[in-house]
């Protein structure tokens, strides 16, 4: 997660599912990001069969924690799709 | 003569990785953050601490089991983390069958030492349930 304008420090919920927040299910949490001020951030690196799998069909989720920015962040995901 | 290839008959388990997020409690007090599943030990892989709103900086205890602090079970111990100001920390990652485990139905714990924060931190699990 980058942020290509100043827009002071946020905090971003990454989860499987469509639920509302990170906490509607927390089987389904992956990470928090803290993303600083004119800064990146990013999750660990799962190894090979490894990292969090969504059910067949479930959708990957992101939610701003507290207060969004007032300016588009870049989103950057890496993933494996299984039959 | 070509050499034979060795292939091992033995099948490693899928690993399963869970997580998990609480919230931390805001007094000194020991704080169960994880139960294992009936007749399941905790393997740990690792666990990222968060401050929301701008409060100082806190030290945090994890251990296994339902002690009342850190140092009265020392072989307990996972780690003591210093979250800063503004800010975020974790503990490193533990690879496949290598982090520390708890016993069968042993608790993970948390504790804020020394001082705790007003507001309620983030704290992220990540775990594997095994036999």
């Given at each position: 997660m980058i942020q290509e304008q100043t827009d002071g420090r946020h905090l971003w919920e990454l989860y499987l599912g469509?639920?509302?927040?990170?906490?509607?299910?927390?089987?389904k949490a992956i990470a928090i990001l803290d993303i600083p001020n004119d800064g990146e951030a990013a999750t660990r690196t799962f190894l090979r069969d490894e990292g969090p799998r969504g059910e067949r069909d479930e959708v990957l989720s992101g939610r701003w924690l507290g207060t969004p920015p007032t300016t588009v962040h870049k989103i950057i995901i890496e993933y494996t799709e299984e039959s | 003569m070509a050499r034979r290839r060795y292939r091992s008959k033995l099948r490693q388990r899928p690993f399963r990785l869970s997580i998990r997020v609480v919230e931390s409690s805001t007094d000194t007090a020991q704080q169960t953050i994880l139960t294992p599943r009936p007749g399941r030990r905790i393997r740990f892989i690792r666990t990222k601490l968060l401050q929301d709103s701008s409060e100082g900086r806190f030290l945090w205890e994890l251990y296994f089991g339902?002690?009342?602090?850190?140092?009265?079970?020392?072989?307990k111990s996972v780690d003591i983390l210093a979250v800063p100001d503004s800010g975020a920390t974790a503990t490193r990652v533990y690879q496949r069958g290598q982090g520390p485990r708890g016993q069968r139905n042993e608790v993970l714990s948390g504790r804020w030492r020394g001082f705790a924060p007003t507001n309620p931190h983030k704290i992220i699990i990540e775990y594997i349930e095994e036999r």
């Open positions: 469509t639920g509302v927040d990170i906490t509607t299910d927390p089987a | 339902d002690a009342p602090n850190m140092i009265t079970g020392p072989n």
